[in-house]
């Protein structure tokens, strides 16, 4: 029998069936240096101490994000590493904050599937779990991929399709945020004086700044998060296939994109859910990432007076610049230089 | 009104007026893997907590440059996003101890105006500072940029141009450095023999090894000293640009030099001041970084005999190496190879 | 007198000589989560502080090859300035593990000497060890290089080589791993189920993913390790050199074939021992490294039933995947694609 992980087929997966992964990870402050590294993030909570202890936490909480790559690492082996297509995500909300000297680790546990017509495939449904080493509940969310089948000729199973939101409704947002004093929190410190009621539905931020990749970097990002997807760090099978290039991980975009939303937002401190993300197109080393941002909606959080919650809607482009908002070019169609279209609940000071 | 930070424009600076800097930043242990990682320290003092401990230190301090460039990073939104040129900085002490923990934050009190003749631009003195989180004073240095005007029919503000010294004098340096016990000073663990006293002025010292640097490796060092000079990371609009490459941060250079300085300089444990520097042209990736180092002056401290002081003068070179020790070609003119000229106090045990 | 480390000569090294080795250095989780990004390990015991803890480790241990090239770099300045070969090294144990926290340090005792027949070069064997902060030795390795002699007309010295061997023996295995609880070692969070006594002498095992190396990585990683060794960051001088190119640090590939190692050998969580290794060709940036593992001898550690050793054989390929097991393509020579042959044993829960 081979030692090594062939990773699971779409007959490997049964509904309920509860996936324990591998490696569960402390998280430290080295972490939080690279992380800084990598994409140049200034939200004041997370980067200092003083700051977010005055405001209520115990000290800095780990980038809600870099907790959600290193939760996401942990399932490729066990989730994606057959998939053909990562479809998507939603229902993704942080639940308790994470500190250093904290350890992750997570589970999936299959709530669909669906064979595709072709009998060759099948479209998987995960609900994926990050848990801290007291085995409290850190962070979840849904995730579909189509994965290849071992054998064809092996029967499909009952067709299960979860219904899931289009959007997390306000009353599930915030458990990851202790209630902030908000006297306590220092506009100047932090870099923006716009506060959560600034905000407008509607509103569209260009967030200026671009940020060019290199291939070390993202690599050295994707380690950090033990994510082992064989299509970002191989040339010498990537130089041979579709694009002749190392993927970037899809997450990467999502930070980048975060860090240069800082420039216009620089008070939406903490990513209480993301609703859905579309990777529209491949991004490669050696291209300049942009971003800019409309607000899609406001709202109270019941019973907190704290702080409120924007949805926004984050688009990352590829050596294009944002002042113009590039987003479609009919009905259909996205401009061709935009990579990520994220639609994600932050919260802010009120 | 627009979120995003545009930054201040030669009108929007008053005389005697304190900006607050944004982002307040936890030092760690992380932040000084990846210093060492960027460009190999080896002053044991910085390296080792056992080492440092044995002197008299509570345990390693995070390196000078470090604190210098997390301190500088921070005034950049505020002061210099719309520079025209850096044009120098003087009277740079460092005050106390920085320790993993600590958290930083800075102020800038403008100390000085002076509007071009073309009226378009005008010259901005900041003496900028950083502080721990007990408020504590541990850098303080003065920088002046050539910044735009917004409005070129703004009238030219009172003419203020501050007095600064040369150099400092050996009875302002030291404030950082905790009175250390000589004895417990283990020269073979430092690397080196040679103490304050074996060092004369006139003396020329080639570092010998060169060191080449990469994109990411700037970027990532940049990144981590949340400094936000668009010309470092945007690849899309500097290729554009005059130079049609990304600049890199004179900083790492200064940081470069000094890990070089090492061999031959190896107790000098401690840069107390920087009187002064110059970048004298642009370095690019690719390009070998090479350093040399003249001692102007040895000092010593007034009221302190287990170290002293030596003001050197570090040349740093691209693609050129130093034995010949490499400087100007006439009275006016630097050899072209020369990218800077840096001014400084270090402390070495007595 | 210069000021700067010309290194040691041939003539300089004498039989019995115990020579200190500078910069102390302390690890800490910063160098863990670099170490991380650079190689994406993913052994759960060094990971994660709570996989750790239930198998009884104080914490997550500093993972041995961190520990071996800090160790090995220490050296460097004063054994291999000068070499123009690294011939080998043997008889490497760990010895106790090490913590974040702890600080290393280095000496070098000479136990052989031998000239070569031209007169010009000789051949230097010592024996380095590597102490924590309360001196105990966590490390010890001999390797022997080619050096070069000051002075050719300098006598040669009395003919000394010391008898290596050719593998440590199975009871000299293991002080650095505490006895672990095995009931308590959790297979499905390791992420293998395969435990010692599944493998046997014979088994060849590929690791099938490749990674491709980037300049910047491997300098980060070789500052990381303090090492100064010139060939790997001076591009100007490399560039007119016989490769055209900087080298890349031996030891950098010995990480990457061991991180790769994970995908079948998921808990060999310990390298207890290296017996020997040869870097049979140099690795260039841009290349893409492939690994595979023969068992060669499965080993009861006397007295222990919690852990078993094997003594593995990893060979790392560059731009060559490894279903094929390349090695040899005749008795004397390796396929060209091969870059390491290391011989070592690790411990496997039983």
Redesign the interface.
Known sequence: M????TGNFFEDFKIGQII?H?????V???????Y?????S???VQ?????AQAIGYEE?PIDDLLVFHIVFGKTV?DISLNAVANLGYADCRFLAPVYS?D?L?ATSEVIGLKENSNGQTGVVYVRSRGFN?SHELVLEYVRWVMVRKRDVNSPAPAEVVPKLPRALAPDQLGDACPIIDAKKYDF?????K?RWG??LPG?K????????V????H??????Y?N?A?VH?????EGQGRFGR?LIYGGHVISLARSLSF????NAFHIAAINGGRHVSPLFA???V?AWTEVIERAEIPGRDDVGALRLRTIATK?Q?TAAHPLMIDEKNYDPSVILDLDYWVLMPR
Chains 1, 2, 3 share one sequence.
């Open positions: 081979s030692k090594t992980n324990t591998a490696t569960p990870r402390t430290t402050t080295g972490d939080v240096a690279l800084t590294a990598l994409y140049g200034r939200f004041a980067s200092a101490d003083a700051f800095s082996p000297g350890t680790s080493q100047a410190l932090a870099g923006s716009h600034d905000y509103e931020i260009d967030h200026v700044d671009g940020m060019t290199e291939e070390s970097e690599m050295l990002a994707t380690r950090l033990q082992t064989k760090f191989n040339q010498y099978t190392r420039n216009g937002l620089g050696g291209l300049t942009f050596d610049p």
